[in-house]
């Protein structure tokens, strides 16, 4: 067998890419009514971007990222998520003084060397948010909204779930961290290996283990909603209140956590049926400080991704090649000025063309007709060119009949119009019935 595609690494191919497409579509469209401008980074950038940013004691910079040395001898690291870049870029432009809120959003490839599951593979896409420049709970509730938004606009209105939590700010959260590691300590033996690891450099992340025998030992481990400040605990409420009135449902769940070291006070996943363990399809919260940290001004931020695999295999849509309005079955290729000319006025109309490339028999062109489900053909030979009138014919109901060569491009372009006539007459039918 011939080269393969590196595994976790994934070809997408016609029709799947339509499904892709009507997503970033929908995406782009929600995106814009909140407000959010698209921002696109490189998916190569410095490594310490991310060892800074996402923290070195993370499982992605210690397992994860996919790094090498070029050969200037600089340390590079393909984008294993989007906000840390989108921040670097949001520094080096300096877009903090175009306004002092900015909302942007990103779709594109991530990059994590992991095991490849259902919904995530080792390279995954990502629909990301961030809004920079405000630490009023308003802005936590819209990122959250938006992302609950993109999840209802595709259909996805039955299964989920949002989970919201507050990992507390600088303030509180040195208090439980030193309480959570001497509970750890205590139950070291009912660990697993990582966690047993991540208790030493990143306490907070035992939480975030899928595994059954660790859930259990935390059962009575202390979290972080006991030692909130009075600051962190009205931020939260205010977050809630403003889901309320939103009537986006939720539960606040105590051992929410994220698996990256920027994140503080908000945090939320939204989780769906259908995926099994791995069941979440959006996440984010707030990070604070990481401006800061990437060498910016003292500048909030707050963000969230939906993992595109993970909505599509949620859409549960049977995706079709698009039909081909007409397809043009040449005979004499003497005819091929004449196509060319209704193909470029049909196609600046909007219609869906198609011919054959090289001489083929009616027969083989007919075939080629009904694979792309032309609902039109339009059969061009000697004998049409020297009456200068095109055989127009109906792939439905295999009728047919003449039009003149002046008058093909709008007799096709009048049945399409009526065909899309029919079908709003029909679509309006069957609301009005349901």
Not at 34 to 48: A, C, D, H, N, Q
Not at 229 to 237: D, V
């Amino acid at each position: 067998m011939g080269i393969r595609a590196i595994r976790g690494f994934k070809d997408i191919l016609p029709p799947e890419t339509r499904s892709w497409q009507e997503l970033e579509e929908l995406a782009r469209a929600c995106f814009e009514t909140f407000g959010f401008s698209e921002i696109r980074t490189p998916i190569l950038e410095k490594t310490e971007v991310f060892n800074r940013g996402i923290g070195e004691h993370t499982d992605i910079v210690e397992k994860e990222m996919y790094t090498f040395t070029d050969r200037n001898g600089d340390s590079l690291t393909l984008r294993p998520e989007a906000t840390a870049g989108i921040i670097r870029a949001y520094i080096e432009n300096k877009l903090y003084n175009r306004s002092s809120v900015q909302k942007l959003y990103t779709i594109g490839p991530m990059f994590r060397h992991e095991r490849p599951q259902k919904g995530r593979l080792r390279q995954f896409h990502q629909i990301n948010a961030e809004l920079l420049g405000s630490d009023d709970p308003l802005s936590d509730a819209e990122v959250i909204w938006v992302a609950w938004e993109i999840l209802q606009e595709i259909g996805l209105k039955g299964g989920l779930r949002l989970e919201v939590n507050s990992l507390g700010c600088p303030k509180c959260r040195p208090g439980h961290r030193k309480d959570l590691s001497v509970f750890l300590e205590n139950n070291a033996q009912d660990l697993c290996e990582d966690c047993k690891r991540r208790m030493k450099t990143n306490p907070l992340r035992v939480f975030d283990c899928k595994k059954e025998e660790c859930r259990r030992a935390l059962l009575l481990a202390p979290v972080i909603k006991h030692y909130w400040c009075p600051e962190c605990s009205e931020h939260l409420g205010r977050v809630l209140d403003y889901l309320e009135f939103l009537e986006i449902p939720f539960v606040i769940n105590p051992h929410l956590v994220r698996g990256l070291d920027y994140y503080q006070r908000t945090t939320f996943e939204i989780k769906a049926t259908g995926l099994g363990a791995q069941d979440t399809v959006a996440a984010g919260g707030r990070y604070d400080g990481l401006v800061e940290l990437l060498g910016g001004p003292k500048i909030p931020g707050v963000g969230m991704a939906i993992g595109v695999e993970r909505a599509l295999l949620l859409m549960e849509s049977e995706v079709e090649e698009e039909a081909t309005d007409c397809y043009f079955a040449v005979l004499d290729r003497d005819a091929m000025e004449y196509v060319l000319k209704w193909m470029k006025e049909l196609r600046q109309n909007g219609l869906i063309c198609e011919t054959s490339y090289g001489k083929k028999s009616l027969k083989a062109q007919l075939r080629a007709a009904d694979r792309v489900r032309a609902r039109f053909s339009v059969i061009v030979g000697e004998s049409e060119l020297d009456e200068e009138e095109a055989i127009l014919r109906d792939m439905e109901t295999h009728e047919q009949w003449q039009v003149p060569f002046d008058e093909v491009a709008q007799e096709l372009l009048k049945k399409t119009l009526e065909e899309e006539e029919v079908e709003a007459k029909k679509a309006v039918q069957e609301e009005e019935r349901e």
